[in-house]
């Protein structure tokens, strides 16, 4: 499922969930494979802050 749009705290932390979902699921997070839960909850919030253009 894409990302929702958006800036606000609610609608980034909803990605997360969503890219987080997505790892448990695949073990991927888009093209990369993250070795253990804390890498790829790192790497989804850097994507999430990116889609949301803001800095963390």
Known sequence: M???KG???KVISENIKELMDSYK???KIG???PVNLAKA????VAI???AA????
């Open 2 to 4: 894409p990302l929702i």
């Open 7 to 9: 800036k606000s705290r």
């Open 25 to 27: 699921k695949t073990g």
């Open 31 to 33: 093209n990369s494979t």
């Open 41 to 44: 909850n790192r790497q989804a």
């Open 48 to 50: 999430a802050y990116s």
């Open 53 to 56: 253009n803001k800095k963390r």
